[in-house]
């Protein structure tokens, strides 16, 4: 993970990756 000289970029992109993570693990759990 690239490392953003400015920290609220930073911070939406973790909320962005732990969105993706969330929503594949419950996709996961329905189609699997």
Known sequence: MKI???ST???E???L???I???YA???G???
């Open 21 to 23: 993570r969330y929503n």
């Open 4 to 6: 953003y000289s400015i």
């Open 30 to 32: 329905w189609l699997l």
């Open 13 to 15: 992109a973790d909320i």
């Open 17 to 19: 990756e732990s969105f």
């Open 26 to 28: 419950y996709l996961d």
């Open 9 to 11: 970029i930073k911070n």
